[in-house]
Structure formats: C-alpha cells, structure tokens
C-alpha cells in the first residue's frame, strides 16, 4: 500500500490543493466506474474484502443520533472559543469537529483528551512539524468539547447501545472487544459544505485518524463509498477496489484489513453531506501488543514502511 484516514486524503495548504482536489475526484470516479460494486441489497459483510461492512440504523435509534450529531454541531457553532476545524488545505470548505461522552458512560475516569493524550496520540497530521504541528493541534482540540449528560437528549445512550450491538454484530470477533461504549473514544460530526469529494485516503492511528474500528453514520445526503487496496510492496497482491452506496439512515464500518490496508474516500450524490463517524478502541505506539499501530497499519503505508506507492497522506474523519 504504502500510505493513508476515513473520508479524505491529500491535506497539506502548500497552496495546490483545488488541483489535487480536482486530480483526486477524477481518480476516485474512474475507479468507481471499474470497482466491484455491492448493491443497496449486500449482507452486512460486503464481499471480497475482510472487515467492511454495512447497516441501517432501526429509524427510532437513527432519529436519536441525528439529534446527537446536531447538538454537537450545536455546542460547536454557538461556542465564542470553539470552531470547526478543516478537513486538508486552509481554502478547504469542509469542516469536522470531535466530541467525547460524559464521563459517566465510559467510565475511564477521565476526559477525552486526557484519554488520547495518555495513549499518546498527537492530535494533527502526521506530516506537520514544528509551529504548524502545534498550530494544527490548537486547531483540533479547539473544535472538540466534551459532552454532558444533560445535554444530551433522551435515549441517547440506547441508541447508542443499539449501533454498538449492531457493529459488534459485523466486526471480526478480534475486534468485537473494542467496539463498546468505554471504548468509544471520540465521535466525529463532519460537514461537506458544498464539497460533493471526499478522498482517497487512510486513517494515521497515533494522530488525528484514530480508532482501532470506525464506523460512519450517515446523517444527510446519500454517496459511493470507494475502498483501494494497492497491495503491499514485496508481495504478489493484485490492486483491488471496490465501491457501495450508502443514504441516510445507513453506517459502513472500517475494521481489520478495510481499516488498516485500504484508502477509502467519498463521492458524495448532492453538496450537503453530513455524517457522523464512532471512533472505537486506540491502538498502541509502535509494535508490539494486541492493537500496535505499527503491526496494525503502519506497516502498510509509506509513513510506515518507506514505500513510495502511498496515496493518502492523513486521518480525516
């Protein structure tokens, strides 16, 4: 493979990214048009590639997370200290934030930033250093907030109980362990704004692409989700691509291979777009351990393993 986040690639302000923009759409579209297509009617489990898949949310529990999705818009769009953060260059439109659950639901004793920061996770694009690396730092915990309970309307957290059921039911048993709710690190309301491209890319576990398994709900607008497998360098593994729709009231879910070998982007059907991603689990630094990053994603992308074959360059949600 040799690069690598969930809804886009190619982050970067140098000052060429409508060009790359542009570049990347015309790539995910003809790969769309040549990618094994799963149709609307594919079990949970898409075929022919490991750790992938698809669900309808039951619509009381969909109506309930929309509403949660919005209150975090919400409590983002009305605080004087908090903003969304973009999703690549600084021209770029669209917008994601992060929220992290009361305390009392996941029980760590501990608030979500502390969470990550304790795991080690850096909170910006593995490819900043320096002032941009911490101005892009400033950037993420400032479009983060850390939810209360009361804010929350009710049923919620069964809701969230019922999507937790539904995605332990479609991972590989290896993963089931962190798909819960004291392993839901973060959720992720992300905004299109016109922008109707999501790309190519991988999400970076030990920066802001975190999470061992990630879901996305779809809050509004429909799309093609494309996933690319390149292969890794030193094999034999055939290029391998595949794409399936998804509307609102409908989650796909990265884990295993789809999560830590393939880039995946979005080509969204109308300019508005939102939907919701669920961060779940943190890998651990290095190799090493039952999720380490390294032996998990790293090694597959160029940031990892030195291979110049990489297309996607950051953890964008």
């Not at 790359?20 to 022919?48: N, Q």
């Not at 061992?212 to 093609?224: A, C, E, H, L, Y």
């Amino acid at each position: 493979n040799g690069s690598g986040s969930d809804d886009g690639g190619g982050g970067g302000g140098d000052g060429d990214g409508d060009g790359r923009e542009e570049e990347g759409h015309e790539e995910a579209e003809s790969i769309a048009s040549s990618a094994v297509t799963a149709s609307a009617a594919t079990p949970p489990r898409l075929p022919r590639y490991h750790g992938v898949g698809r669900f309808d949310l039951p619509p009381g529990a969909f109506e309930k997370i929309v509403l949660l999705n919005d209150t975090i818009v919400g409590l983002l769009s009305a605080s004087n200290t908090k903003a969304f953060a973009g999703w690549g260059h600084e021209e770029d439109v669209r917008q994601r934030g992060y929220a992290f659950l009361p305390q009392a639901w996941h029980g760590a004793g501990a608030t979500g930033r502390e969470r990550l920061e304790s795991a080690g996770v850096s909170f910006s694009m593995r490819e900043y250093s320096g002032q941009r690396k911490r101005d892009d730092e400033t950037r993420n915990w400032g479009a983060s907030v850390e939810l209360e309970e009361a804010q929350l309307s009710g049923g919620t957290k069964e809701a969230l109980t019922e999507v937790i059921a539904l995605v332990r039911g479609i991972v590989p048993p290896r993963y089931r362990k962190v798909v819960s709710m004291g392993c839901l690190m973060a959720l992720q309301p992300n905004r299109h704004n016109s922008n109707k491209y999501l790309p190519l890319h991988a999400d970076q576990p030990m920066n802001e692409g975190f999470g061992v398994v990630i879901v996305t709900i779809v809050i509004r607008g429909g799309g093609t989700i494309v996933l690319v497998d390149e292969g890794d360098d030193g094999t034999d593994e055939e290029v391998a691509s595949w794409s399936f729709p998804c509307h609102a009231g409908s989650a796909w879910l990265l884990s295993s291979h789809a999560r830590n070998k393939a880039s995946h982007g979005v080509l969204a059907d109308g300019p508005n777009r939102e939907s919701l991603n669920l961060r779940f689990g943190l890998h651990t630094a290095g190799a090493g351990g039952e999720f380490g990053a390294y032996d998990e994603v790293d090694r597959h992308w160029e940031w990892g393993a030195g291979s110049d074959k990489g297309r996607a360059k950051s953890g964008y949600g």
